[in-house]
């Protein structure tokens, strides 16, 4: 099934939102692959496709912890495991399989997706979001700023 970033999938931080919104164009582009019928040795698209995740979710999950830290988030650590579990199952992919498997994988690639995007941008980076509507107004402007820094530096 195709993925759609809805509003219950907002943190509301932009910058956190719109890499988010990245995340699941990924994950519908593995899911076209999985469908195009056209496509029969999908196997240099897959590996693309798991390096791209890979780099962005990199350089997501850096944004995040940055913007975590400047509000003394009290769960970072916790996020920064599944960061770090994440990043473990994309590079755990053996990449020598797919071509004797490529269904199989884009498969479990985007069953690991689906299963985390939905689980942990609800419940893990929804707390993000409720601690900086928690702020009192001049904590709030700080953190405002520090989603501003990092939201013009994905947009570049």
Avoid at 75 to 90: G, P, V
Avoid at 122 to 137: L, S
Wanted: hydrophobic letters at 40%.
């Amino acid at each position: 099934m195709k993925y759609e970033f809805t509003k219950d999938f907002l943190t509301g931080i932009e910058f956190i939102d719109k890499e988010h919104a990245r995340l699941f164009e990924l994950a519908n582009e593995t899911y076209d692959l999985l469908h195009d019928e056209l496509v029969t040795d999908k196997y240099d698209r897959i590996v693309d496709l798991i390096e791209e995740l890979r780099d962005y979710t990199k350089t997501h999950f850096a944004h995040e912890e940055e913007f975590m830290q400047s509000i003394s988030f009290q769960y970072i650590w916790s996020e920064k495991h599944q960061h770090l579990t994440f990043i473990e199952k994309l590079d755990s992919i053996d990449r020598k399989k797919l071509g004797d498997h490529q269904e199989a994988y884009i498969l479990d690639v985007i069953d690991f997706l689906a299963k985390w995007l939905t689980g942990h941008i609800r419940g893990a980076d929804a707390r993000i979001g409720a601690a900086v509507r928690a702020m009192d107004a001049e904590t709030r402007a700080k953190a405002d700023a520090k989603a501003a820094e990092l939201l013009e530096k994905i947009e570049g």
